[in-house]
């Protein structure tokens, strides 16, 4: 007899998902997070005004050196004092690179993973996405099409709450969105002149997870309104933008049905081969190492990308000797990304007497074009843009001056705007950027170090340099003045922190290690639905896809264990 | 900063005719500098250190209308600052930035910085500002000095609530709000 009716291994962006639906569907469900629990009326500190953080909310140079030397540069707007809680330290956690590769491991242990730090963008990916591997022979194709996930998209978008307008463009396609977040006077202008020089091009709100027009369902998970402070990757006190914490994890408790616990790593998943099924998960306790097995009829790997793949590759038996499902040698390869690393900014000189009120949690955004509406690219598949605009401040003007004309500088005045739009382009999964077991190396549970190898290649670099001078002509035909477009610096593989694909979905077993309902191909109740169920990237922020997949995947499992086949 | 281009930056204040630069006319003995007072005593600055920082942040931000960077509490942030925060590396360099600063300072008004009346030392700092801003990249540790100074005064209680920066309250986002010159 099964302790559970499902494990769910991990607590985050995807695993929230997993354990809801579960939940909803009746099935007893047990969520094990390795991280310690958060509780936002306890750990949340974005209340917390300025003057009460210690050291301008920095975190002490030496320690950010010795603790977080990988983590407090990955993405140092989302860390600082009172959110490095949320990061792991990688003096605790470390990761190993193969030579010449550069992976970045961002990431943060505790209830709902990186869904309390995350930025919140969310997009659907389009038809095309779908269809961009088997197009150009890249990967294996998607054992999915956008109509078969577009329900799930909706069932996502309205139950997380995503701020958006609809624009009919039919690569992005329009959800259920909440009232957007209205363009600042130099994004109106910047979106009619782009739209305008450039027919098949769009510049539209960003669309985010946050609420501004909160449903029932919403108030009653104890959600509210976004107050617009920007303050987002601390956690959020009125749970205005989704996270697991805020949203998925109270929905699966409420049913009565979901149990959670916290401190214990999965380490391997075990297999039994007279059913071919996976039965049990073993896990060791972060603080006092005490080892624990949990059974279940079903297992739900989210874990995160890299941290399933570990998972995978430790539960070796006589059935999996590389590993679990992974009978393709598919397991760990494929690591995939987005790129960033070219950007351009200009001044436009209008709008001068107005400025901005609060603070908004998003931008605005250039959907894909190239190679959807554009073509005769030198690379493959495109890059959207993530953009801003604000007055110009010139920071070391400002400085100038001494006494009450340095304090003036706080004034009004007059000034023109800052525009800038910044790239993300889609990697394409190649099987030899991937992630491996360390052969030597532990970490201090005993457990083999994740080896990264690999990095961008050409095509990455081509859609850099294309994105660098598209950014430019846009802001040319919109009017800026004084252009900054520096040479592309790519970022490292990890950056972005969108991770995926080393547990790809496809048709065919011997290529992939998932079938099209996130279910491996070899083990019927053993699903993974975290990122590494991409097949391909596609240029957009990923976290609604797996969301949407995660869903869609949960709900099929509670269809064939109500039928008894599970 | 390099003791070159302190003989530089001497030379080109009497060029330009700064007025502290050339004021030895005599000065009162005791000069009142407003105090950050440290209850528990300074945790890294010296004395002198202190005195220099509490002089400078005084004249960079004075008590006006609104609350000065001595009421604001800045000199005694710092010092936790550079106590709690700063690598070795980075109080090594913080030190030798003021001392050169003191230097500096000190060249400019012909006397120690410390003993000079307020009002020279309010044009010796603002000649010696428009020199550091009329050369910026050679001066860039007087800039990122400044603008932590401001980073710090806005950071306080009562320099948040004058300067409207670093605190976001709860609200909402209109982007197209007039801006107020009066
Ligand atoms: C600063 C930042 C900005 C981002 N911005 C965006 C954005 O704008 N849009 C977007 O789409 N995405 C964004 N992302 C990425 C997004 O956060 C991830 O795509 C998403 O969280 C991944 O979901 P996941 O469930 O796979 O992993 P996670 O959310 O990381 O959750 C994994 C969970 O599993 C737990 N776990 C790991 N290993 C084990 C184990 N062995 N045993 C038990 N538990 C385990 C972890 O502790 C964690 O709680 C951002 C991320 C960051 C950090």
Redesign the interface.
């Known amino acids: 007899m099964a302790d559970f009716d499902a494990i769910v291994v991990g607590s985050g962006m995807s695993g929230g998902w997993a354990a809801k639906e579960l939940s909803e569907r009746g099935l007893k469900v047990l969520v094990i997070e390795r991280g310690n629990e958060i509780v936002p009326e306890r750990d949340y500190k974005d209340l917390t ?3 009460e ?4 909310n ?5 320690e950010a ?1 010795k603790d977080y030397a990988i983590q407090s540069k990955g993405a140092t707007y989302a860390f600082g004092e009172i959110t490095k809680q949320y990061w792991v330290k990688d003096s605790d956690h470390p990761y190993e690179n193969a030579e010449g590769a550069d992976f970045e491991w961002l990431r943060g242990y505790h209830t709902a993973g990186r869904s309390i730090m995350w930025s919140r963008l969310s997009w659907r990916l389009g038809p095309n996405d779908f269809e961009a591997n088997a197009k150009d022979g890249h990967g294996v194709d998607w054992p999915v099409r956008y109509e078969d996930i577009a329900p799930w998209y909706e069932h996502a978008e309205k139950f997380a709450g995503v701020v958006g307008q609809k624009e009919g463009i039919p690569h992005l396609p329009d959800g259920v969105f909440q009232p957007p ?5 130099a ?1 109106k202008h910047l979106r009619e002149k782009v739209q305008e020089a450039f027919p098949t091009r769009n510049v539209i709100h960003g669309r985010a997870a946050h609420l501004t027009d909160p449903t029932d369902e919403q108030l009653e998970l104890g959600r509210g309104q976004c ?5 987002c990757h601390e956690g959020c006190s ?1 749970k205005a933008y989704f996270s697991s914490l805020h949203a998925t994890l109270p929905a699966a408790e409420r049913t009565g049905n979901c149990t959670i616990v916290h401190d214990k790593i999965v380490h391997s998943v075990e297999y039994d081969e007279e059913t071919k099924r996976v039965t049990a998960v073993n896990t060791i306790d972060q603080n006092t190492n005490e080892k624990k097995r949990f059974t279940a009829k079903i297992i739900f790997l989210n874990a995160s990308t890299v941290g399933s793949t570990m998972i995978l590759l430790q539960s070796k038996s006589d059935a999996f000797p590389t590993g679990l499902a992974n009978r393709s040698d598919q397991v760990g390869r494929n690591l995939m990304d987005h790129v960033s690393g070219a950007y351009a900014s200009g001044t436009l000189d209008m709008f001068h ?8 949690p998003t931008g605005i955004y250039v959907p894909p074009f190239a190679n959807t509406t554009e073509f005769d690219k030198p690379h493959l598949r495109g890059y959207g843009y993530q953009g801003y605009s604000t007055p110009v401040i010139d ?2 003007a400002a ?6 004309e ?2 003036d500088r ?5 000034t023109p705007w800052n525009v800038g739009l910044y790239a993300f382009g889609e990697v394409l999964p190649y099987p030899d950027n991937r992630v491996t077991q360390h052969p030597t190396k532990k970490d201090k549970w005993g457990l083999p170090l994740a080896q990264f190898h690999g990095g961008m290649r050409e095509n990455e670099i081509a859609i850099l340099k294309e994105a660098r001078k598209e950014a430019i002509k846009m802001l040319e035909v919109a009017g800026c003045k004084d252009i900054v477009a520096p040479e592309i610096d790519p970022t490292r593989l990890g950056n972005r922190i969108h991770e995926m694909g080393t547990a790809r979905m496809g048709r065919d077993p011997s290529t992939s290690v998932l079938n099209g309902w996130n279910q491996a191909h070899d083990i019927d109740n053993l699903f993974i639905t975290d990122g590494s169920f991409m097949t391909s990237s596609a240029a957009q922020n990923p976290s609604l896809t797996y969301m949407a997949f995660s869903a869609r995947a949960a709900n099929y499992a509670a269809d064939l264990f109500e039928q008894g086949k599970l | 900063m390099s003791i070159d281009r302190r003989k530089f930056l001497v030379a080109a204040i009497v060029a330009v005719g700064g007025a502290t630069a050339l004021s030895s006319c005599s000065e009162p003995e005791a000069i009142i500098i407003p105090t950050d007072d440290v209850e528990s005593g300074l945790r890294f600055y010296t004395e002198d250190e202190y005195k220099l920082l509490n002089r400078f942040a005084d004249i960079l931000i004075p008590e006006t209308s609104s609350v000065g960077a001595i009421r604001a509490g800045v000199p005694s942030y710092m010092d936790g600052l550079m106590a709690d925060w700063a690598s070795d590396a980075t109080r090594l360099r913080h030190r030798a930035f003021l001392s050169e600063l003191s230097n500096q300072l000190q060249g400019l008004a012909k006397r120690d910085f410390l003993k000079v009346s307020q009002e020279n030392a309010l044009q010796t700092i603002k000649d010696f500002d428009e020199l550091a801003f009329a050369e910026p990249k050679n001066f860039s540790d007087y800039i990122g000095f400044k603008d932590l100074l401001a980073t710090v005064y806005s950071t306080t209680e009562l320099g948040a609530e004058a300067t409207g920066w670093s605190y976001a309250p709860p609200g909402y986002w209109d982007p197209n709000v007039p801006k107020d010159y009066s």
Request: hydrophobic letters at 25%; aromatic letters at 10%.
């Open positions: 005004p300025p003057w953080r210690p050291n301008l920095r975190v002490p140079e030496d050196e977040f209205e363009m600042t006077p994004e107050q617009v402070r920007n303050q009125f007497d107005v400025k901005t009120y609060g603070r908004r920071r070391r400085l100038k001056g001494i006494g009450q340095f304090k706080n004034k009004d005045k007059p």
